[in-house]
Structures are given as structure tokens and as C-alpha cells.
């Protein structure tokens, strides 16, 4: 399965990085020259409206420098709920089918265990919907 | 083995909580008065089911789940059976009735109850995983799952801006600590290269049977780090000294049953962490190196001294008493002391059966002098604020002679005067001291015995001999709240002073009951049926 998809063996492992390497290379090396290409042959004309912050073609207001209101962090903290769920759920979905396949009858257990993690974590979702976090008035 | 057989108790707490956390959502308030009675409930059923399991349908054998990361031996059990024990007094202590009397808490417990009792058992709940951890990760995760809910509850207990100000020290340092603790194990395993406590005896124990020499150092210069750091961590769950600091502030910023559960649970946790850590460096064997040993004397000597001279220091009784709850960090430390001392023979073996009797004796009359604290009220009209400073209780003692004589009872038994729980706690421990010769550690534990009495007795005294405090003149009480008066007992409240106050003196009057509970501190003092598991034995539990 997995060992499938990445099958190609190559005689030096570090070998296998290569095609990694080439494409960061390939990365940099395009930003880069993109940005060296328009500062040598791109015209320079400066003005007012050039020169204000770019917002998605609107008239900047203020300063980003403000606060903001609490509960985009309690939101922000609903999300690492989810978040470490999948964390946990992504490791857990890599030996969970070739557990299934060698012992049968004990992959129950395992499920059980995600289950459980799963549920408490839903818990924990329940408990902050009930106190009103998703409220917004 | 069935996970279910092996994890039974904390299953049992843990899920209560979780109801508790749902109760706190529902939109009938009425129903979360039924929190409290669901956390005693809880915590009650598995008290029994542990002492009837412990006396009629121990299998003989350790109890461990597949990967035996969770292992159960006496040791275990018996601070589990503390851990619900004492946390009974808690829940009782917090009972949500006499809120404006004495304002024991001003949670309005039909918002907040859920949450609350909930945090309470998850805390308890974690004592009761350290205890039966054995997995460096599981033995991290029981530590802060006794920890965090902790922080909450400080923040959570009063409205007032100093019990918020200890909520954020005790989270921060808490932090900081849990943070030197983590490296210290990312050391051990990068080391050994498993997290599993017992094969990380097993490499000690091969390691310095290849050397050959019993004294020989079986710890590289890392593990030394690690070991150091985690002793660093346990020790500010213990407050003991370097790391003492945020007691005072914590203990007096949280509202009085908040205050009784810091002083014993998290405690606890680090204790235990302690002994299972030493246990593993001692290659299961408590050979433990000389470094480290005389690292925990120091440690030890230094809790106890500073604990008691600061307390000296204090005009604040529940300050008082967090000084007095370092200075029993120390008193068991120096048991750790002489676990971790060269000696050989079953020196280690009666030290930890010493800590561990004097871990349950802590608990009981401890939790008695906050019970008491809390049936006295504050001249200050402050909410959630019980008795605090010397002239609150001021004459207090002649007003209410019973509540008087609980205190003196508590009291007396943390000096360790005869008759008392507490002084069987301190007997065993000196005879520990000195059947390992550690003559200076003797001296300056029975100084400390005698430093401390004079705070006891000035509480008692205060309470005694003084004339009853005027209550502020400026300060009105509020409508329909004599501040003079006895706070209305609360049953609950009565219930739990008076289970403390009957275990201290009962245990001190009656030797056989003392022995009773001395010899389950004995076999609790094995934390493997064996020294450990050999190689085959252990690869055989591994899979």
C-alpha cells in the first residue's frame, strides 16, 4: 500500500530526496528571477495611489494594530480542538489497516480507542458550543 | 488483560466528570445541584470498590494492560485508595450550601457546579494515573491532568481580583515547571530510547550489572541532566524549596476548599512521580547514585527549615498553613531522603512505607484545618472569604469551643503530638532516619517539629486565649448575614471536619488501627512483585 506508492527503489536512499530538492530549487529559482526580471526591464512609474497598502482594491482604514475582540481566540482555540484530532487521527489511520489485516480480532480495541478519543474530544466541542461560544451578539 | 479491569477507577472518575462538564451546558440550572452529589457519589463508589477489591479480589499478580503502560501493584492501589479517600473530604469540604455564611466558595454553584466538582475529579483523577503509570508519557500526562484543572479552580473560586492574580502565577510557573519536567524525560528517552518505565529499570539494572560494581555510576552525564530536571519538576508540584514561591500567594489568593485540594493532590502527584522516577534510576532496585541522594537530603532540609521559619513569619492563617504544607513536603522528603541513601538492606523498603503513611496522614488532618478555617467568618465582608488573618479567628476558639477543639486537634497533629495521627507519621519517619544513620537529618527534622510548633500553637492560642476581634466598623455586613455569628453549619461541611478530626485522633488512640493502615503502607511499599521483570519477562509484557 504505502510501500507501493513510494516502490521506487534507488540504490542510495538520500537519492530518493533528489526530486524534493530539485523542485525547491525550482521554486526559489523562479521567484527569484521573476522578481530580478521586473526590476531590470519593468518600467518605473511611482505615484500616490501606487504607493497606499494593496487591499483587495480598497482604501485602507486604519491601523492593523488593534485589538481584537476575544472571541476570535476562543475560536482560534475550538479550531486546535479539531486540529489535534486530526493530528492524532493521521498516525492512527496509517496502522490501523494493516492491523486490521494481521490480527482481526483485536483491531476492535483500536477502534474503540479512536471512538473514545474522538467522543471526549467531541465533548470538549459540545461543552463550548453549550457556553455559548458560537454566539455572536 | 482487559483495559477496562486494569483502568476501572479512573474510568469510573474520569466519566463522572465528563457528565459533570455536560450537566454544566444544560440549560436547567437546577440540575447542576445535583453536581456535587454525583462527584461524592463517584469518588465514594470507587473508594469502596477499591477497599473491596484491595481486601476480597486482589488477583496476586501486577495488573497491567497490553503494552504495560499501565501497571498496578500495591503501591498503586493504595494511593488510589487515598487519592479517592481524601478527595471525598474535598467534595464535602466544597459542598455548594453556606455559600453566603461563610462564603467557603462564591461560586454560584447553580452556574458554575458542573465545572467545578468536574475539575475536581479530573484532578483526582490524575493522582490516581500517576499512580499507576508506566510510561514516561502516561506519568507526564497524570501530572498535568492534576495540575491543570488546578489552575482553573484557583481563578475560578473567588471573585476577587487576588484570587485571579494566583490562578495566572500558579499557571505560569506550573507551566514553567511541567516545561523543565518534559525535557528532563525527552532527555531520559532520548537516552534509552523507550518510554516504558520498567525497560528503562531493566537498562539500569543490566547496565550496572556489567560494570559490576554496585556503586558504580549507571547514569551518563545526560541522564544525570534528566534526572535533575524531572526532580525539578516534582518538586514544585511538591513547593519544595527553591521552587516554593508561588505557594504563599496561590494558597492564599484561592478560596478555602481550593486551598485544602492544592495542598494535598498535586502534592500527591509529584510524590508518587518522585518515588516511581527513583524506583527506575534505582534500576528497581533503589540503588540510587550518590548524587542524586544528596540532592534530596538538601532538598529535603531545605523544604523543612525555610517552610517552617517562613510560617513563623506569616499574619495570615491560611498563608500560615501553605508554609506549613511546605514544610510537610519536607518532612516527606526526608523519607525520600533515605530512599535515595546508600544504605543498603530494607532501609528503602520502611522509608517509603514511612512517606507513604505520612502522605495519609497529611491528608486527613490537614484537610481538618481548612474545614475548620472555613466555619469561622471573615470581618471582611468580602465574598467567598472565610476566616483569614489571626484576628479573624481571634476568641473564635471560646465562641465555638467544638470548632476550638477540631482546630487544636489538627493542629496538635501537625506538630506530630502524641495521641494524634501525626505523630505516628513523624515516629516512623525518624525511625526510618535513623535505621539509615543519617544522624544530622534526625537532629534537624525534630528542630523543625519544634520550629513549627510555635505557629501551630499560635493558632491555637489566637483562637484561645485571645478577646474576639472587633469586626470593621466601616465595613457593614451584608443584609441578612450576621458576621459575628456562627456561620449555619453546613452538614456537609460538619461531616467532613468531623472525618478528619475522628481519622486523626482515632488513628492516634487506637494503635491497632494505626497498624492496620501501617501495614497497607508495608505492602504498598512494592512497586513490582519482584525486584523487576528479566529480560524474557519483560519482552514477553512489551508484547
Known sequence: ?137 | MNLFEVMWPELIVIGTACVLFLLGVLPMPGARRASAALALISLLGTFVLLVYYLMFRWPGDTLHDSSNALRIWYFAHYIKILATGIGVMFVLMSWPTNKDATGNSALDFTQDGGEFFGLMLLSIAGVMLVASANDMILLFLGIELAAIPTYVMVSISRPLPVAQEAGVKYFFLGAMAAAVMLFGFSYLYGTTGTTNLTEIARQFSDRRTAVGSINALPLSTWQMLAVIMLICGFAFKLAAVPLHFYAGDVYQGAATPVTALLSFVPKASGLVALIKILYVIGGGMWIIPAPIGKLLWILAVLTMSVGNVLGLLQNNVKRTLAYSSIAHSGYLLTGIAVIASPQTGFVQQDALQAVLFYLAAYGIMNAGAFGVLMMLPSRHPKAATSAETFDDIAGQGRNHVVLGLAMAVCCFSLIGLPLTVGFFGKLFLIRVQLRGEDYWLVIITVINAAISAAYYLRIVASMFLRATSEAYPHAPAPVGVERTAPAPASFPLVLAVGLSVFGTLILGIIPPLTETVFTTAQTASSLEPTSIPNATQASALAR
Open chain 1, 1 to 137: 500500500m504505502t510501500s507501493s506508492l513510494l516502490a521506487v527503489q534507488l540504490a542510495d536512499p538520500r537519492l530518493a530526496w533528489a526530486p524534493v530538492v530539485l523542485l525547491i530549487i525550482i521554486a526559489v529559482g523562479f521567484a527569484v528571477t521573476n522578481v530580478a526580471v521586473s526590476i531590470l526591464i519593468g518600467p518605473k512609474r511611482s505615484g500616490k495611489v501606487k504607493e497606499t497598502t494593496y487591499e483587495s482594491g480598497m482604501v485602507p482604514i486604519g491601523d492593523t494594530r488593534r485589538r481584537f475582540n476575544v472571541r476570535f481566540y476562543i475560536v482560534a482555540m475550538i479550531f486546535l480542538v479539531i486540529d489535534v484530532d486530526i493530528i492524532f487521527f493521521y498516525p492512527w489511520a496509517t496502522i490501523f489497516a494493516p492491523y486490521v489485516q494481521k490480527m482481526p480480532d483485536k483491531s476492535g480495541a483500536l477502534l474503540i480507542e479512536m471512538i473514545v478519543f474522538v467522543g471526549l474530544l467531541l465533548l470538549a466541542y459540545v461543552y463550548a458550543w453549550g457556553k455559548g461560544v458560537f454566539r455572536w451578539d
